[in-house]
């Protein structure tokens, strides 16, 4: 049990990568994704129907319209049936049991990446975020170069049922992610006040309030953690959680109490969801560089802010089933 995380960021990009040669990962706060294969397994496959009833105006039929934005059904079902072309090279019959529950992620997880990708875009206008004609071509460029040539390149791109303007869009759409992904992660302050603090973690409020009696009459407090802390990871050093900003511990409950004291002070019983605490200050920083370890993880969770902000305010219409 542990305090602490370890923060991994992610290069947010929202966008499915069907371009295998342009492989970015691609996170969201709200969905879990399901392995989705790199575009080198996939064959030609026709699109997989979803069932939707011909529009009934002469516009193509959509699949999601995002801030009144349309998602294409036919954008879609391509992305889905080139999945499924996909599961056989990973020796998955699509229409076998697992093959069907591998479907119904994807069905769900392409079109949520597809919105995000979307509102990724939306997001990068208003933020007078832009990518140039001339960037989206160098780095066309540099994939075809990868892939043995134009020739090359457009053949594989005819093998995944995919155009050169198919593909030229979904790079600008990766670069377009990669821009606002960096904006957000420069947005976060390399310096920040830490405090330097420890606790004892029990099991019960009956325990932590014994251990506070000792506390009180004179304890001390590394000697406490040491015997009774159930925080194996910073029992032997004496609960120390060394010195961290706010945004970093998992229990903010304890984050909380720790800002609240000055060195020396220790907190009565604070209850998180790992249990009863009780804290004690052993220094403060009002300036202190942030580690890279704790800059990831605070990097990791503004992005993910950032990414749950966008779906919280968004006009989101779905017009296809899909599994979660």
Same mark, same amino acid.
């Given at each position: 049990?542990?305090?602490?995380?370890?923060?991994?960021?992610?290069?947010?990009?929202?966008?499915?990568?069907?371009?295998?040669?342009?492989?970015?990962? $691609?996170? @969201?706060?709200? +969905?879990? &994704?399901?392995?989705?294969?790199?575009?080198?397994?996939?064959?030609?496959a026709a699109p997989? @129907?979803? #069932?939707?009833?011909?529009?009934?105006t002469p516009e193509p039929p959509v699949a999601a319209l995002v801030n009144g934005q349309p998602i294409y059904l036919a954008d879609y079902e391509r992305k889905l049936g080139q999945y499924e072309a996909s599961l056989p090279a990973q020796g998955i019959d699509p229409n076998s049991?697992? #093959?069907?529950?591998?479907?119904?992620?994807?069905?769900?997880?392409?079109?949520?990446?597809?919105?995000e990708q979307v509102l990724t875009e939306q997001a990068?206008?208003?933020? #007078? !975020?832009?990518? @140039?004609?001339?960037?989206? /071509?160098a780095y066309m460029q540099m994939v075809i170069d990868e892939n043995g040539g134009e020739e090359a390149f457009r053949a594989k791109l005819a093998e995944w049922g995919e155009t050169y303007e198919d593909a030229w869009q979904e790079v600008r759409a990766q670069l377009i992610g990669m821009a606002m992904t960096q904006r957000i992660v420069d947005s976060v302050p390399?310096?920040?006040? +830490?405090? +330097? %603090?420890? +606790?004892?973690? !029990?099991?019960?409020?009956?325990?932590?309030?014994?251990? =506070?009696?000792?506390?009180? %009459? *004179?304890?001390d407090f590394?000697?406490?953690?040491?015997?009774?802390?159930? /925080?194996?990871?910073?029992? %032997?050093? *004496?609960?120390?959680? *060394?010195?961290?900003?706010? #945004? $970093?511990?998992?229990?903010p409950e304890v984050e909380e109490a720790a800002f609240a004291l000055q060195p020396g002070q220790f907190s009565g019983v604070v209850t998180s969801a790992l249990g009863y605490h009780i804290v004690q200050v052993i220094e403060r920083d009002p300036a202190r &560089?942030?580690? &890279?370890?704790? =800059?990831?993880?605070?990097?990791?969770?503004?992005?993910?802010?950032?990414?749950?902000?966008?779906?919280?305010?968004?006009? !989101?219409?779905?017009? !296809?089933?899909?599994?979660?």
């Open positions: 049990m542990t305090l602490r995380v370890t923060g991994i960021l992610a290069a947010l990009t929202l966008l499915l990568a069907s371009v295998a040669c342009v492989p970015m990962p $691609i996170t @969201s706060a709200t +969905h879990t &994704p399901v392995p989705l294969a790199t575009a080198t397994a996939l064959v030609p997989t @129907s979803t #069932g939707v009833p011909p529009s009934p049991p697992e #093959g069907r529950k591998k479907m119904g992620w994807a069905s769900d997880y392409i079109l949520n990446v597809m919105i990068a206008v208003a933020a #007078g !975020v832009v990518v @140039s004609d001339a960037e989206v /071509d390399t310096v920040a006040e +830490h405090v +330097h %603090a420890r +606790h004892i973690l !029990v099991d019960t409020p009956q325990e932590a309030e014994r251990i =506070l009696a000792q506390l009180q %009459a *004179g304890a590394a000697a406490l953690a040491q015997a009774y802390s159930q /925080d194996t990871s910073t029992r %032997a050093s *004496g609960g120390d959680l *060394g010195f961290f900003p706010r #945004g $970093i511990l998992v229990a &560089p942030i580690s &890279p370890e704790n =800059l990831r993880i605070l990097q990791d969770r503004a992005i993910q802010k950032w990414i749950e902000d966008l779906w919280a305010q968004a006009d !989101v219409q779905r017009f !296809v089933e899909t599994s979660p």
